[in-house]
């Protein structure tokens, strides 16, 4: 029976993992979550970034994507308004700005790689997961396909493969995990020629970023784009322009998708606990109105049969009453008559 | 019975209706086959910005409507409406034909439609609002069918199993509701995780509440839409004792409807409130949603109270119609024009051909199992061996 050391700190290791957010038990808490101590991220910096696309290139090699239909040196595409694909996980479009000295800008996109991501806290067979490196990994292995990800994502990043018949998968950026683990930098950031992008660990990006807004008042907007949008991602974005002008969303706010839903979600367990209680009390209140008004009805019944009881006693009563008066009445006329018939043969017999 | 339904299909085999039935089921087999040999991509106009599209919005109208089965199983066994009790049965098929249409359409929705019972035993993920979803309306598909089981029984003579079924009707009505409660609620929570993403005259915090409250009065509306309809179009599935307790069940479904929809209103407005939206409705947006609150929600609300005041079955019936579009027009906006309302017009979802055919489709199934279930099993009719039992 006893509990054996090695047994004991499993278990506590397992109410340690209870405590990692993604998990449920942290929802309702008020810990708050900064990431992975050691979480890895990128640093992109718009003013850096020249447009040049090597990024895309890069990604597409690595991840063994078929050539676009336009060739990475084709600048032209940078006209449109592009996306996040099955097969291309980053683009980089060209916004036009209300800045005087330069009237364009570039942003790259791709995954985020949320602290708490959305995706994961949606899917309902956990395919994504948050790992200590920083990536949001997806497991298509257990995937259903029902792209409720797709519809949380605040940033619209995971994309679908719709034409695939049997096993679509949902595609985002990796962060190239594989990569990482082997100790390799994600393919974008290896290719960028110009120090647009920065990897490293998440916190250290941050004071990266405070450095250079610090030291360049000018030159960048006072606002690290990630450090705490939808709880923070683990890509932060420096900007010379207005975030909106790249076609960021301003209006996400700062608290994780996971917190919008564990209110309605923690409702749950309240209902099955008092929707039982209050039902049985209804019905029981309908049951027993029922009831009552079936004694009402039995009383009401049972008052009126006494009452005609006793008003039939008081009428035999008085019928009797009456008919012995009347008898009475009969009898006394009865005796008399017999009585004075008794008398006048007597006085009869006497005079004959 | 069966004669007779015989002889009604084949005195009615060539109306238009008929018709248009026929061709949009062929139709509708025809989207399936493509569906399921060459993916989502060939039928829908989904995409990486609209995910879901017009498909959910059958499935959530379906679900609000099929609201019908636990709501007037809530009046007649836990308020004790006894008089409402020829209405128990062809109110649970409702509900039951309107969660298998759900679940029959999930099917075509999901990526990987073989891997729906992955999220029970594989992998779960109990932080998704779609996890809670999927265990409630799978505990509650097994309910309804359940709850109908007496009448299949009856109409297959096995008279024991029968009486063992109908002895479970008050804890299969506890169950419904609670599950009902649960995820008619979490539908609208799963729209929770995108705050961004749907315009905030439809996001809101009770939203949940909202989608609640919208399948009690949807349910009920539906009850009477439907019971009008097979009054009209099956007379013969009708028997004696739903023609006593009709007009009963109809002027009181109204009366709770009407007061139903009153609080409703004012619950949407107190989410606009502690939003502070006001400014919105100073917009195009603002026009369709306040069509949504006065001709979907409040004029029905007049409606019904007149309607049930003056006793005006016709009337009553028409605001019923009225009340549903209004939930149509609701879950259209949700589910998808107001959803991705800022994303610029050329990226914004439009349905394609098939998508429309295959939701005609599910609705035509939907129509056509209603009509030949009730002509076969004592839904509208008492079973001639067991009189006034249901």
Not at chain 1, 158 to 181: D, S
Not at chain 1, 194 to 202: K, N
Not at chain 2, 68 to 75: K, L, N, Q, R
Not at chain 2, 246 to 253: A, Q, S, W
Request: hydrophobic share 45%; with cysteine.
């Amino acid at each position: 029976m006893s509990i054996s050391r090695r047994r004991f700190l499993k278990w506590a290791g397992a109410a340690n993992l209870a405590l990692i957010p993604g998990k449920s038990a942290i929802a309702a808490s008020n810990r708050h979550f900064e990431g992975y101590p050691q979480g890895g991220g990128v640093l992109f910096d718009s003013t850096l970034c020249i447009g040049c696309r090597k990024c895309e290139k890069g990604c597409n090699e690595v991840n063994d994507f078929p050539a676009p239909v336009k060739p990475f040196d084709d600048l032209s595409v940078l006209d449109e308004r592009r996306r996040t694909g099955n097969t291309a996980f980053t683009v980089v479009n060209r916004y036009k700005t209300s800045d005087g000295s330069d009237t364009t800008a570039y942003r790259k996109i791709q995954c985020n790689h949320c602290l708490e991501p959305a995706c994961a806290a949606v899917c309902f067979v956990k395919a994504f997961n948050k790992t200590p490196t920083g990536a949001v990994e997806y497991d298509a292995s257990v995937c259903v396909g029902c792209r409720y990800c797709m519809m949380a994502c605040p940033f619209d990043v995971p994309t679908f493969e719709y034409n695939e018949a049997f096993n679509p998968r949902v595609q985002k950026c990796t962060l190239c995990q594989p990569r990482l683990e082997e100790g390799l930098l994600p393919g974008c950031v290896e290719i960028c020629p110009t120090d647009a992008l920065i990897f490293g660990e998440r916190k250290k990006l941050l004071k990266i970023a405070r450095n250079r807004i610090e030291n360049h008042p000018d030159q960048y907007i006072d606002h690290i784009y990630g450090e705490h949008e939808m709880g923070g991602t683990s890509w932060l974005y420096l900007s010379g322009v207005p975030f909106k002008e790249l076609g960021m969303k301003e209006d996400l706010g700062i608290k994780p998708a996971l917190e919008f839903t564990s209110g309605a979600l923690s409702a749950v367990p309240i209902v099955i606990g008092l929707w039982p209680v209050l039902l049985l009390g209804m019905y029981g209140v309908s049951k027993r109105l029922d009831k009552e008004a079936l004694e009402e009805q039995d009383e009401a019944i049972k008052v009126s049969l006494e009452n005609a009881a006793e008003e039939a006693a008081k009428k035999l009563e008085t019928a009797l009453n009456k008919a012995d008066k009347a008898k009475k009445r009969e009898i006394e006329t009865a005796v008399k008559k017999a009585l004075a018939e008794a008398e006048s043969p007597q006085e009869g017999n006497e005079e004959s | 019975m069966v004669d007779e339904t015989k002889a009604l299909r084949k005195k009615s085999l060539l109306t238009p209706v008929n018709i248009i039935s026929g061709i949009i089921l062929v139709a509708g087999l025809y989207a399936t086959i493509i569906r399921f040999t060459q993916g989502l991509g060939a039928v829908t106009a989904l995409s990486d910005y609209n995910p879901w599209g017009i498909w959910i919005w059958f499935k959530l109208v379906a679900i609000t409507l099929a609201g019908a089965g636990y709501t007037t199983c809530a009046a007649v066994y836990v308020f004790g409406m006894k008089r409402y009790h020829s209405a128990v049965r062809p109110a649970v098929l409702i509900g039951l034909l309107g969660y298998t249409l759900f679940a029959v359409s999930l099917v075509y929705d999901l990526g990987r439609p073989y891997r729906l019972p992955y999220p029970f035993f594989v992998s779960q993920g109990t932080t998704s609002v779609l996890f809670e979803i999927g265990l409630c309306v799978a505990f509650y598909l097994i309910v309804l069918y359940l709850e109908f089981s007496p009448a299949g029984l009856e109409w297959l003579g096995f008279r024991k199993i029968r009486n063992i079924a109908v002895k479970a009707t008050m804890a299969l009505t506890m169950f419904g509701i609670i599950l009902s409660t649960l995820h008619q609620s979490s539908l609208g929570a799963l729209y929770l995780s995108a705050p961004s993403k749907l315009h905030p005259l439809w996001y809101s915090g009770y939203l949940p509440i909202y989608f609640f409250i919208t399948s009690i009065y949807g349910g009920l509306a539906m009850v009477i839409f439907v019971f009008w309809l097979s009054e009209r179009y099956l007379p013969d599935n009708i028997g004696h004792a739903y023609q006593e307790e009709k007009t009963g069940v109809v002027l009181g479904f109204a009366k709770a409807i009407s007061m139903v929809l009153v609080g409703y209103f004012f619950i949407r407005i107190f989410g606009i409130s502690t939003a502070n939206s006001w400014h919105h409705l100073f917009s195009s947006w603002g026009v369709l949603f306040l069509i949504e609150m006065l001709v979907g929600i409040l004029l029905p609300a007049i409606l019904f109270a007149i309607g049930a005041r003056e006793k005006n079955i016709t009337l009553i019936r028409w605001t019923a119609v009225l009340t549903i579009l209004g939930i149509i027009y609701n879950k259209f906006f949700i589910s998808t024009y107001a959803f991705n309302w800022q994303l610029s017009p050329v990226d914004r979802y439009f349905p394609s051909g098939l998508e429309v055919i295959l939701t005609l489709f599910m609705i035509t199934v939907g129509v056509v199992a209603f009509r030949v279930i009730t002509s076969l099993m004592p839904v509208f009719f008492e079973h001639k061996d067991y009189p006034s039992s249901h």
